[in-house]
T-cell receptor, first 113, second 115 residues
Framework: QQQVKQSPQSLIVQKGGISIINCAYE??????FPWYQQFPGKGPALLIAIRPDVSEKKEGRFTISFNKSAKQFSLHIMDSQPGDSATYFC????????????FGKGTRLSVIA | DTAVSQTPKYLVTQMGNDKSIKCEQN?????MYWYKQDSKKFLKIMFS???????INETVPNRFSPKSPDKAHLNLHINSLELGDSAVYFC??????????????FGSGTQLSVL
């Protein structure tokens, strides 16, 4: 089953707080897990990505945590800012082949002051 | 300079009409895509072209026909528009097709409303 389940659907976080978005997958053949960020009226843009050979990847305030045994990965946004308010999509892909990225259903994050 | 540009940004039309959306990328990428985003924000790939050749064709009604005149352009023509076609359509490109490993660059979308 080519599926990535994302939660929560929406999230409200206070400025300065930590935003956590979770994704779970079923197919253990997935081997690349990117996160895309989409601002209103814009297309999604790649934010950060991880491969399953590492358990964590950090870029600035954004961290992906990856749990291979649980088949879960999550995005943590530290010190969340109002400018982080956007929709976040997790995704997964298979190694090679003609199969495109599989996207989660998105999480709408609102960071309030 | 916009990397992936698509026109028009908004398209309002009646059921049964035929319409086209145009996309151009100036990144020198080999691969281009069309995605559909529904009202619940779900992103679904429709088509992908690599060097003007169709490589992905998801289960899309044949009223939708992509055309790639060259690798910098990918247009989407929709015949006999239906209410359910209302969505935001995104064009995207990537340097190459790597089976999902590619970094996608999206345009700003075309909001299609079918009345």
């Amino acid at each position: 089953q080519q599926q990535v389940k994302q939660s929560p659907q929406s999230l409200i976080v206070q400025k300065g707080g930590i935003s956590i978005i979770n994704c779970a997958y079923e197919n253990t053949a997935f081997d690349y897990f990117p996160w895309y960020q989409q601002f209103p009226g814009k297309g999604p843009a790649l934010l950060i990505a991880i491969r399953p050979d590492v358990s964590e990847k950090k870029e600035g305030r954004f961290t992906i945590s990856f749990n291979k045994s649980a088949k879960q990965f999550s995005l943590h946004i530290m010190d969340s800012q109002p400018g982080d308010s956007a929709t976040y999509f997790c995704a997964a892909s298979f190694p090679s082949g003609n199969t495109p990225l599989v996207f989660g259903k998105g999480t709408r994050l609102s960071v309030i002051a | 300079d916009t990397a992936v540009s698509q026109t028009p940004k908004y398209l309002v039309t009646q059921m049964g009409n035929d319409k086209s959306i145009k996309c151009e990328q100036n990144l020198g990428h080999d691969t281009m895509y069309w995605y559909k985003q529904d009202s619940k924000k779900f992103l679904k790939i429709m088509f992908s072209y690599n060097n003007k050749e169709l490589i992905i064709n998801e289960t899309v009604p044949n009223r939708f026909s992509p055309k790639s005149p060259d690798k910098a352009h990918l247009n989407l023509h929709i015949n006999s528009l239906e209410l359910g076609d209302s969505a935001v359509y995104f064009c995207a490109s990537s340097q190459e097709f790597r089976g999902g490993w590619e970094k996608l660059f999206f345009g700003s979308g075309t909001q299609l409303s079918v009345l």
